[in-house]
DNA sequence: TTGTGTTTTATTGCCTCC
DNA sequence: GGAGGCAATAAAACACAA
């Protein structure tokens, strides 16, 4: 028992002598040494047992020294590769973050003339053409409106044009609200909304008002 | 010269594969 | 179970400003 305690403390001490001489002696590697390594390590960054040896007997090395050279290098090869990866993740960020911004700032530019053109149309149905007749609800006004309109009666008129069959219909109600959706909804998909909101919305087709092609007429006209 | 930060060599402990 | 790899870390060597 007292035998087995002796030789693990010898074995330890040994350890320690031949750690802190091997601490005394560390020394880097010579310019030659370095440079072959390197070479070899661009052929092959994770050479045979075989190769770590004779890598070491060219280069006065112990082949342990080697294999951990090896093995550092690999290690500072693959933080630099992280590196570079993250340093172009970050330029595609920055690129990305700035189209949004110019994006978003178009949209809003967009929005902005949107909710001119349904101003003029509303004026140019009241005077006109609604004079108190069926005229169908829908929200304008911009955002701060969106509250206030919510749970009241006293929403502005667009036409109907109840004679011609020309109802605001549910779908269009929709539709034009979803301008206010995407004034609130300020995410990465603002162009497309925006887009969306003027291809479609503005499109003649759609347009079921009279006062409507008015507006785009007197727009051209201008 | 010295304090401090960086780089390089080496160790340790854990994990995977055969 | 042993060999080898990897991540984390220690420690020596080095660079450099003050």
């Given at each position: 028992m007292c035998d087995d305690r002796h030789k693990s403390f010898i074995m330890e001490v040994e350890d320690m002598l031949i750690t802190s001489k091997n601490s005394k002696n560390k020394r880097r590697f010579n310019d030659e040494q370095i440079k072959f390594l390197e070479t070899m390590f661009e052929a092959k960054s994770r050479p045979e047992l075989q190769m770590k040896q004779q890598l070491a007997t060219r280069l006065g090395l112990q082949p342990r020294q080697v294999a951990i050279w090896f093995q550092n290098r690999r290690a500072r090869s693959k933080s630099k590769q992280i590196e570079q990866e993250y340093t172009a993740l970050k330029i595609k960020y920055e690129n990305l973050a700035s189209k949004f911004e110019s994006s978003k700032k178009e949209n809003q530019a967009l929005l902005i003339q949107l909710q001119r053109l349904q101003q003029l149309n509303q004026k140019t149905c009241d005077e006109e053409?609604?004079?108190?007749?069926?005229c169908m609800p829908i929200r304008e006004g911009g955002l701060e409106q969106e509250q206030a309109y919510e749970?009241?009666?006293?929403m502005p008129f667009y036409c109907d044009n109840n004679e011609k069959g020309d109802y605001l219909e549910e779908e269009d109600a929709q539709f034009i609200s979803m301008g206010h959706v995407a004034t609130q909804g300020a995410s990465s998909s603002d162009e497309n909304m925006s887009h969306f909101v003027f291809s479609q919305f503005l499109e003649p087709s759609r347009c079921k008002f009279e006062c409507w092609d008015y507006n785009f007429d007197n727009q051209n006209d201008a």
């Amino acid at each position: 028992m007292c035998d087995d305690r002796h030789k693990s403390f010898i074995m330890e001490v040994e350890d320690m002598l031949i750690t802190s001489k091997n601490s005394k002696n560390k020394r880097r590697f010579n310019d030659e040494q370095i440079k072959f390594l390197e070479t070899m390590f661009e052929a092959k960054s994770r050479p045979e047992l075989q190769m770590k040896q004779q890598l070491a007997t060219r280069l006065g090395l112990q082949p342990r020294q080697v294999a951990i050279w090896f093995q550092n290098r690999r290690a500072r090869s693959k933080s630099k590769q992280i590196e570079q990866e993250y340093t172009a993740l970050k330029i595609k960020y920055e690129n990305l973050a700035s189209k949004f911004e110019s994006s978003k700032k178009e949209n809003q530019a967009l929005l902005i003339q949107l909710q001119r053109l349904q101003q003029l149309n509303q004026k140019t149905c009241d005077e006109e053409e609604c004079e108190n007749k069926n005229c169908m609800p829908i929200r304008e006004g911009g955002l701060e409106q969106e509250q206030a309109y919510e749970h009241n009666d006293h929403m502005p008129f667009y036409c109907d044009n109840n004679e011609k069959g020309d109802y605001l219909e549910e779908e269009d109600a929709q539709f034009i609200s979803m301008g206010h959706v995407a004034t609130q909804g300020a995410s990465s998909s603002d162009e497309n909304m925006s887009h969306f909101v003027f291809s479609q919305f503005l499109e003649p087709s759609r347009c079921k008002f009279e006062c409507w092609d008015y507006n785009f007429d007197n727009q051209n006209d201008a």
